[in-house]
């Protein structure tokens, strides 16, 4: 798999009136392309920032991001859905290739094709408040999913949802992911979402962080999250990374 | 089909609503009837507190010197040109705001003493600017609306979601998009709910300004009626100024609720 980014050595200081604050001190790996990684690591450790960061939305204080392709567009999916409730769904999905300038007859058959694909047809006329928690994040993920972004940020995709929900919807968010074949970095704080959704899982120290260790997860046969968490050595990986975490506590 | 828990429900609702209006009506009727009393027999002095039967007669006698509608039409017509002018300015002052952050924070320690100002003590300079005329009436209710309506409206918008924010800045939308697309339309409630506010200092405006200068309205009746010691006026002014002030309250109540449906 060829590499489509490279974080090398990022570090992020917040300068405030009472002082300096360094919430990130030296981060590097590599993405390849289509993998799907989680970075998970401790309230407050600078996962979001780091996120941020690589997807262009806040500037490091130093170190570098490279990107492989040129221009790269990035899709954001946020902790809540953020749908807009004064628009239906259909115009929710189209907003970002509006915000873009690229809605034309193609892109908005295939942003709508997805609600077909996803089961959320009968709701394009509907606003947002009428669908259900998971309903709504799939059509966040439609919407990001509608600018054909070469590289998918999740930040706490999840957090928002009730327990269950958050199952169901992590199923269908890493089908959804997978059968686009983008490459995902998804932050969380929640190590067994990481474990069942992510090929690599990221964990940082706490604030300000480093890379407290990478691990690749190999499970035979990977399937649906839901599943991923029946494996066995599901609780191996979970064992690790809660050790990692326990240690950088310290 | 309605459950009879339903039916029950909505028949304690309706009664409950039914007894709270029914004593408001009463309190009405006593407070009337009370002040009636109170001044046939002596109790308060009627020269100056007036009586009921008093402003009806009043009223009616404007009424049929043509003046009732004349000065009621004159107080409403200036009230809601000064609240749309005032609602067109606050809602440009307040989009600049949000768009320049650099003038926002350069304006907001004068937009708050704007707002803590009596703006009625602006009245004798904008008599002299504007003239003694409507003009006056117009600047000042729209110099008593602006300054809060804009508060108001610039507040909603500084409050907009951060992740939808964050949403915007991850389309690469720019600041005009992001007022567009998300600042102005999720901040609609806020915009319509400054209108009850915009409406209730435009006319707080207008009877200063009529105070002034006016020749007509309200706010001239007022203090006509002080001026020549016919408080019977003074308080018929009063009372149709708390109707008035009611049914202006109520339209605007009844189209937020039309535009947030």
Redesign the interface.
């Known amino acids: 798999m060829s590499k489509i980014l490279q974080v090398i050595k990022i570090g992020k200081k917040y300068n405030t009136i009472n002082g300096e604050i360094e919430a990130i001190k030296d981060i590097s790996f590599d993405i390849n392309e289509g993998e799907f990684v989680a970075i998970v690591g401790t309230s407050g450790c600078g996962k979001s920032t780091l996120l ?1 960061i690589i ?1 262009g ?1 806040l500037k490091q204080s130093k170190g570098e991001v490279k990107y492989n392709i040129d221009n790269p567009v ?3 999916m ?3 859905d ?1 749908l ?4 239906k769904i259909k115009d929710n999905v189209l ?2 290739l ?3 300038n690229k809605l034309n007859k193609e892109t908005k058959n295939f942003a709508l094709n997805l609600l077909k694909k996803y089961n959320l047809e009968k709701f394009i006329d509907k606003k947002p408040s009428e669908l259900s928690g998971g309903m709504k994040q799939r059509v966040a993920l439609i919407r990001t999913l509608a ?1 054909n972004p070469d590289i998918l ?1 999740l930040d706490e995709p999840f957090s928002a949802l009730d327990s269950s929900t958050s199952l169901l919807v992590s199923d269908d968010v890493y089908k959804m992911i997978k059968e686009s074949g983008k490459t995902t970095i998804m932050v969380t704080h929640d190590i067994a979402s990481a474990i069942s959704m992510a090929d690599k899982v990221i964990v940082l120290s706490k604030s300000p962080s480093v890379v407290k260790n990478i691990h690749e997860i190999n499970f035979e046969n990977k399937d649906i999250p839901t599943i991923n968490r029946q494996n066995e050595k599901f609780h191996y990986y979970y064992e690790l990374i809660w050790k990692d975490l326990d240690d950088a506590l310290e | 089909m309605l459950s009879n828990e339903q039916k029950e429900f909505i028949k304690k609702y309706k009664k409950k609503k039914r007894i709270i209006l029914l004593i408001q009506l009463l309190i009405i009727v006593v407070f009337f009837i009370t002040w009636e009393l109170l001044s046939k027999y002596n109790i308060i002095n009627s020269f100056i507190f007036s009586s009921p039967s008093k402003v009806i007669k009043t009223i009616y006698k404007l009424y049929l010197d043509n003046n009732l509608f004349k000065h009621i039409w004159v107080t409403i017509y200036e009230t809601l040109i000064s609240f749309s002018i005032g609602l067109i300015i606050s809602l440009i002052i307040s989009i600049l705001l949000y768009l320049y952050n650099g003038f926002y924070k350069v304006m907001d320690p004068f937009l708050t003493c704007l707002n803590s100002l009596p703006k009625v003590a602006l009245g004798p300079m904008i008599i002299i600017v504007a003239g003694a005329n409507i003009k006056s009436i117009i600047v000042m209710a729209v110099l008593i609306n602006v300054i809060v309506s804009t508060v108001v409206i610039t507040n909603g918008f500084y409050n907009t979601d951060k992740i939808k924010l964050k949403l915007m800045a991850s389309f690469k939308a720019n600041k005009y998009q992001v007022l567009k697309y998300l600042v102005i339309p999720s901040s609609y409630k806020t915009i319509i709910s400054s209108f009850k506010l915009g409406i209730s200092m435009s006319l707080i405006g207008v009877i200063s300004g009529e105070f002034l200068v006016s020749r007509e309205g309200l706010g001239y009746l007022i203090i006509y009626g002080t001026q020549v010691f016919n408080l019977d006026l003074v308080i018929s002014g009063i009372l149709l100024l708390i109707v008035i002030s009611y049914i202006l309250y109520k339209l605007v109540e009844y189209l937020e609720k039309k535009l947030l449906s």
């Open positions: 941020s997807s939305l990035i899709g954001y946020l902790q809540e953020a807009f409730e004064h628009l907003l970002g509006k915000i873009q600018i940020f």
